[in-house]
Nanobody, 122 residues
Framework: VQLQAFWGGLVQAGGSLRLCCAA?????????ISWFRQAPGKQRELVAC???????NYEDSVEGRFTISRDNAKNTMYLQMNSLKPEDTAVYYC?????????????????WGQGTLVTVSS
């Protein structure tokens, strides 16, 4: 199983980025897929997740600004990030595990991508 995260980068505050995560080696339909982030000196936190049934869950600070989506046919998921703030700066990781339910704890995820850096300048 392999997850690969793409399309991080540098953006000014108020701008937008779209992250992509491509999965291989698993049947995407049966897995929850999520984005976590980790800023320097901070713990890894859940940003957003989407279940196989399409239920979504967002961290409070990104609600209304970020949108997670998935394309099961392509084994790909996306995180559209709008109205970015400097505090969104972090390494973003995609993660997945076999579950039909929302899972917020990073310890319960079996598969992880390599991370992609998002930097938001003020």
């Amino acid at each position: 199983v392999q997850l690969q995260a793409f399309w991080g980068g540098l953006v000014q505050a108020g701008g937008s980025l779209r992250l992509c995560c491509a999965a291989s080696g698993l049947s995407f339909n049966d897995y929850i897929i999520s984005w976590f982030r980790q800023a320097p000196g901070k713990q890894r936190e859940l940003v957003a997740c989407i279940t196989s049934g399409g239920n979504t869950n967002y961290e409070d600070s990104v609600e209304g600004r970020f949108t997670i989506s998935r394309d099961n046919a392509k084994n790909t998921m996306y995180l559209q990030m709008n109205s970015l703030k400097p505090e969104d700066t972090a390494v973003y990781y995609c993660a997945s595990t076999f579950s039909s339910l929302v899972i917020r704890s990073s310890r319960l995820y079996e598969y992880w991508g390599q991370g992609t850096l998002v930097t938001v300048s003020s």
